[in-house]
């Protein structure tokens, strides 16, 4: 009762003119620039990088008491969850595992996206936490140092033994796995490897251009191109994808994401993410809507909030340096971005010109949404009713 509680207030508002009666479904937390590794496919730390970051912003961190602030605004809001990430590895915020504590004292879901080689160093934490992403990118120990060439050969080691911990522990677990000509082949290795954790997988693409704004610190293109996949990749990736499914089913392993990648166009790699706007992932919002505005959002570094991670270098709702956060996510500001998210076509608004929807990291999630708001049975014929009443209330 009390998901579906949370899901009918999540979901019922949603409509043009209306706003949210709760905090987000999932906050993200840039928490951390601070990193052990040397990931080859990172931002900030690859061994590609043109410009690495700087040594000021690498040892940066999110400032305790704000965020002891955000997480009061949360709670307050009634807020589900937040996952603590950014441009490094969470488990080094100096302060993390006081923080983590205060999340759960005030009864917020903990998730964490990490890179799995310090949990062993931190047992205590996984009792604090409900979820786990794990940036692995492999399966194996060979594709396993490929994508991390300049880390040391134990990494894969301390990799198993975090796995080990969050298993033992039961704690719900996604493998993520960004498919590159390095990695391509260990697909059923990584699911394998899954299987024996109890975990499940997050299948991505590469992006074939990563925008360098002015003051951005991404991938060299020419560099990071080297390592997309090529139409005969894709082609050998489709032929394998049914026995990927069946060894999964097998193995109780859920794949995401497998299918949205391999229906992209690899033929533009190099090209720039707005040229791919006619691939399935973009043009899904010309026929259905944007719902992340009702369900997430993301703080960065800085203290800026933006409503998802695809336009954070481009839409800016404010900063929780100057207004708190619930201030915020009730702002019209924020209005405004959910009603234009909310139009079908996508393409043309201002969100479209300054996101790259071609690459949009919330498809299986806004799917997910659309189906429980528009599809048949109880919980759709009940978020109909509701809708009114809530929208009513926040109008």
Avoid at 69 to 86: F, H, P, S, V
Avoid at 122 to 144: K, M, N, T
């Amino acid at each position: 009762m009390k998901k579906i509680d949370r899901h009918l207030r999540m979901l019922a508002p949603i409509g043009r003119g209306s706003q949210p009666v709760r905090g987000p479904e999932e906050l993200m937390v840039d928490f951390c620039n601070l990193c052990n590794l040397h990931c080859l496919i990172c931002f900030n730390y690859s061994p590609l990088s043109p410009c690495p970051l700087a040594i000021d912003e690498r040892r940066s961190y999110f400032p305790r008491d704000l965020f002891i602030e955000l997480l009061d605004d949360c709670a307050k809001m009634g807020g589900t969850r937040i996952n603590l990430a950014g441009g490094g590895e969470p488990l080094m915020h100096p302060q993390c595992a006081e923080l983590l504590s205060e999340i759960r004292k005030r009864g917020i879901e903990v998730s964490i996206t990490s890179n799995g080689t310090l949990l062993h160093r931190f047992p205590e934490l996984i009792d604090v936490l409900d979820s786990a992403f794990l940036s692995i990118h492999a399966g194996s120990a060979d594709a396993y140092r490929r994508m991390h060439p300049a880390d040391p050969q134990k990494s894969w080691e301390n990799v198993l033994k975090g796995l080990k911990l969050l298993r033992d522990a039961a704690i719900p677990t996604i493998i993520g796995f960004i498919v590159t000509t390095e990695n391509y082949n260990d697909i059923e290795a990584a699911i394998r490897l899954c299987g024996e954790n109890g975990a499940d997988i997050a299948i991505q693409p590469l992006k074939p251009f990563i925008r360098k704004e002015e003051g951005s610190l991404q991938l060299d293109p020419d560099k990071i191109n080297s390592f997309q996949l090529t139409g005969r990749h894709m082609e050998e990736l489709k032929d394998r994808r049914n026995g990927f499914f069946k060894l999964a089913s097998e193995l109780g392993v859920t794949i995401l994401g497998l299918d949205e990648m391999l229906s992209l166009d690899v033929s533009r790699a190099g090209s720039d993410p707005a040229d791919h706007v006619n691939d399935p992932m973009g043009t899904y919002y010309d026929e259905n809507p944007c719902y992340a505005g009702w369900y997430f959002a993301r703080v960065l570094m800085d203290g800026s909030v933006t409503p998802c991670c695809q336009c954070k270098d481009k839409i800016t709702i404010g900063n929780i340096n100057d207004i708190r956060f619930k201030d915020l996510w009730f702002s019209d500001e924020y209005r405004r971005f959910r009603d234009e998210a909310l139009e079908v076509p996508l393409r043309g608004t201002d969100i479209w010109a300054r996101c790259q929807c071609g690459f949009c990291d919330m498809v299986m999630k806004n799917k997910k949404v659309h189906r429980m708001l528009t599809g048949r049975g109880l919980f759709p014929s009940l978020l109909r009713l509701a809708g009114p009443f809530f929208r009513r209330r926040r109008q």
